[in-house]
């Protein structure tokens, strides 16, 4: 298929409409130099420049949530993941992104009725007891309605809508091609690795659109959440739930925003930070699986001072060794620790990226030091972590998509608790946590069982190396075996060839010389000097020049390399 600036031609329309929506939202002047008008008007678009500037009296991060949520589903997605990205965006942006919400109305149940009967098997009203035509909620992937099984149970079904899979996948190839152009035409955007940022960000939306995986999601969480009475995930109900649909207990409680509703209740506002504090530390310290999207809308207070969390169609995962980083930059900024701080931000920063490690490391020193002499329980943890974030900003550089969703979900969560309790401290809650995990990892048996593994680890390489010489001698036999040699001092080992060369060359000519000359000596007329033959002469006393110059060189270039020593 043909492609105009690497965009298919089948696209080519709804990149019209792309570029419409930033001009007439102000953005014009993205639209030139990303080089969409170029290309559209090549294929015949013709661009209304006359209201590429009706908006611009709008401030710029303005002017983007609005295109954004013109732009539909994916785009509001993108923001809302945007909003995360406090190490790319100052805090005027992270603003707006966090407005960011679709504007989609309800689908009639009549429009999802014929998938309801693929994935249930029959109509919705023969399924459940009770089935309540009017949404609960609408959003821009799902809509959920209430329902009541034939045993009794309150449950929540929710609804993929119809043909979304397909949009979203469309603009999901349009905008890695319209990455690719910007990492081209916007070379300040390189440190960032757009097109990186958007294959990440297509996978979360792909997870987000199986429902099914979404229930995966919340049995992993329940299984985790075991140990914590107090915490309730909704149970899944898995006859009837599918990847474009999902059924879950209702829970019934007070929404996290519902502040008024939860005094009215007497429930105990500073006991639920508390344990909505140690739930979340539990999921990001311990499990390293976490809810990615906590805001006040996906928690709910339940009566004897219980929490309920819904919604897992975006989670967050951390392996052991970002668990390990994770713990050692916590402590660091809890204790004031400016090189724990540091190390742990360059190893995060250091893959694919040019680190300023001097300045990073005087601005994190000079950033913990403003802490010194703080109560602990005035450590603001959550604002500590935005302003590291801001810091590796300044520095030009980016976080991984793992860390800023954590860092974005932690600082969602503290301002919960801080709303549920103003005294509230993250800081005072973490560092026991943080203390007693430390304290296990080094702990006689977790040694031991480390250590067993990587003996393991060891036995599995020597098992594979006959096998690997094997593969290797192979290659070798068939002329098909490569050396790379990197070297950060290449350069200054080709100066050393290039100076070695030319003393082996005037080595050899001080040799030729010695070697005419005495030629010469033997041979007898000519012009003479001092009784012997002039060219003769001439030719001894020029290599014995070069050679002086030569031996002086030698022990000049031994002397340097001492001193380096």
Known sequence: MSTVHGVRRSSLGRLNEIAGVLMRHGLGELVRR????????????????????????????????????????????????????????????????????????????????????????????A????????????????????????????????????????????????????????????????????????????????????????????????????????????????AWTRERVNVQDYVEGIAGHDLDRLDATGLDRRLLARRGAQAVLKMIVE??????????GNVFYLPDNRLAFIDFGMVGHLSMRRRQQLLKLLLGL????????????????????????????????AFVDQYHGTPLAELNLGRMLLDVTTLLRENHLALPADLALLIKAFITLEGLGRGLDPDFSMTSEALPLLQQVVRARYRPRALAGRAWGSWLRLLEVAEQLPQDLSHLL???RQGRMGLDIESRSLRHVGKQLDRAANRLSLALIIAALIIGSSI??????????????????????????????????????HRHEDDEL
């Open 34 to 125: 990303w080089g969409l008008a170029g290309a559209l008007e090549k294929a015949g678009h013709r661009l209304h420049w006359e209201h590429a500037a009706d908006l611009a009296q709008l401030p710029p991060p303005v002017q983007l949530r609005k295109a954004l949520e013109e732009l539909g589903p994916t785009f509001v997605k993108l923001g809302q993941i945007l909003a995360g990205r406090a190490d790319m965006f100052g805090p005027e942006w992270i603003a707006e992104f966090e407005k960011l919400h679709s504007h989609v109305p309800a689908l009639p149940l009549d429009d999802l009725r014929t998938q309801l009967r693929e994935d249930l098997g029959d109509e919705p009203e």
């Open 127 to 238: 399924v459940f007891a009770r089935f309540d035509p009017e949404p609960l909620a609408a959003a821009s992937i799902a809509q959920v309605h209430r329902a009541r099984l034939k045993d009794g149970s309150e449950v929540i079904v929710k609804i993929r809508r119809p043909g979304i899979r397909e949009v979203i996948e469309a603009d999901l190839r349009l905008l890695d091609r319209l990455a690719a152009l910007a990492e081209a035409e916007l070379p300040a955007l390189a440190p960032y690795r757009p097109r990186q940022l958007l294959r990440e960000f297509g996978r979360s939306l792909q997870r987000e659109l199986d429902l099914a995986s979404e229930c995966r999601h919340a049995e992993r969480l329940a299984r985790n959440m075991a140990a914590l009475p107090f915490v309730q995930i909704p149970r899944i109900h898995w």
């Open 287 to 296: 499990d390293g699986f976490f809810h990615a999207d906590p805001h006040p």
């Open 334 to 365: 809890v204790q004031r620790e400016p090189r724990a701080v540091a190390d742990v931000l360059v190893d995060w920063t250091r893959d694919g990226q040019a680190v300023p490690v001097e300045r990073l490391e005087s601005d994190i020193e």
């Open 474 to 476: 192979r290659r070798a």
């Open 520 to 557: 010469v000596m033997t041979v007898g007329g000519g012009p003479t000097l001092l009784g012997l033959p002039a060219f003769g002469l001439l030719g001894f006393l020029g290599a014995g020049i070069g050679a002086l110059w030569l031996g002086r060189a030698i022990w000049r270039s």
